[in-house]
């Protein structure tokens, strides 16, 4: 892209510029996410408590990093995350 010239939109430009890095780097925090909870719910199926509650701690991690951010609502991770934590902890039952 050649050099423009300062004028009404050049901000509005770069913004379009970082909204695309933000996206790609939100989308990979979600992927990860995703992931881990993916780990969580295939220990939970294999009833490996020690595997299942490692993992979400590492998962708990993430989600408190992502919400932080901004990349999903607090709330959502809150809610998130007190929905597996009762399905971990349904194992020792």
Known sequence: MAKLKTGRHTS???EA???VK??????????EIKTA????????KAQDLKLAQ???KELFSRWDKAAKRNVI?????????A???KKVFAIKK
């Not at 780097?25 to 979600?30: E, G, P, S």
């Open 12 to 14: 509005s430009l770069k």
């Open 17 to 19: 510029r970082k909204a």
């Open 22 to 31: 933000r996206t790609l780097r939100n989308a990979a925090v979600k992927s």
């Open 37 to 44: 909870v993916k780990k969580v719910e295939s220990a939970i």
């Open 54 to 56: 490692e993992t979400l």
């Open 73 to 81: 609502h607090f709330k959502a991770a809150a809610n998130q995350k």
């Open 83 to 85: 929905r597996l934590a």
